[in-house]
């Protein structure tokens, strides 16, 4: 969601997708197609940078619970992999991190 705002503050600024691209490279790896995607969507008339609601099965990992659980983990141990929560967990990967990076 970052890239996203930093996306449309460029798109705000009158900035060309290279140019945007170029400039976020520099701090952060963007993609130029999720870049060229977003200036598309900013000059179609979308002001939200938040996800669209879609169909799906919903989170099943990332349950009050397990954030409450991360949240101790971590607590415990900064330095603790997103591999070995998962494992401890058994979560998978990618719901440790969403957990991290969305809720915590």
């Known amino acids: 969601m970052e890239q ?9 600024l009158g900035k060309k997708a290279t140019e945007t691209h170029e400039m976020l490279v520099k701090v952060d790896a963007v993609s130029k197609k999720c870049v060229f995607e977003w200036f598309k969507c900013f000059r179609d008339g979308k002001e939200d940078v938040k996800d ?3 169909s799906g099965r919903p989170p099943t990992s990332t ?3 397990n954030i409450e659980r ?3 983990m971590l607590a415990d141990d900064r330095r603790l992999s997103l591999r070995k929560i998962a494992e401890e967990l058994k979560i998978r990967l990618d719901s440790v991190s969403n957990i991290i990076h969305e809720h915590l």
Request: hydrophobic residues 30%; proline residues 11%; positive net charge.
């Open 4 to 12: 996203r705002v930093n996306i449309k503050f460029c798109f705000k």
């Open 52 to 54: 669209e609601p879609r």
């Open 70 to 72: 991360v949240r101790r």
């Open 63 to 65: 349950t009050p619970d």
